[in-house]
């Protein structure tokens, strides 16, 4: 069993960046299916991107397209997702995900274990 803790949060002006980074431990985070999702008050928590265990292939939603990139450190275990030209609505707690599968998709019920969420506020 995995364990997952984000951490980089914090207050940034739009147009600005964050990177954000989930640690691992007890597994090694490259063998399960990976994404990141965010949840703003009163809203269900939502997809950013996903990385598949199959192939390595990333998969951003639209919304973050062109704007966030995600990285991995083998070494350290750990998966991080850089936000640049932040937005008033990227504003949400954000959460990393593994999954058992080979290919997890975007549905948040796809993902097995889950981070306890850092928060982003992106002030305008």
């Known amino acids: 069993q995995v364990q997952l803790v984000e951490s980089g949060g914090g207050l940034v002006q739009a147009g600005g960046s964050l990177r954000l980074s989930c640690a691992a431990s007890g597994r090694t985070l490259s063998t399960y299916s990976n994404a990141w999702f965010r949840q703003a008050p009163g809203k269900e928590r939502e997809f950013v991107v996903r990385?598949?265990?199959?192939?390595?292939?990333?998969y951003f939603a639209d919304s973050v397209k062109g704007r966030f990139t995600i990285s991995r450190d083998n070494a350290k275990n750990t998966l991080d997702l850089q936000m640049n030209s932040l937005k008033p609505e990227d504003t949400a707690v954000y959460y990393c995900?593994?999954?058992?599968?080979?290919?997890?998709?975007?549905?948040?019920?796809?993902?097995?274990?889950w981070g306890q969420g850092t928060q982003v506020t992106v002030s305008s």
């Open positions: 990385t598949d265990r199959l192939n390595s292939r990333t």
């Open positions: 995900a593994a999954s058992r599968a080979l290919v997890a998709g975007s549905n948040r019920d796809e993902y097995d274990y």
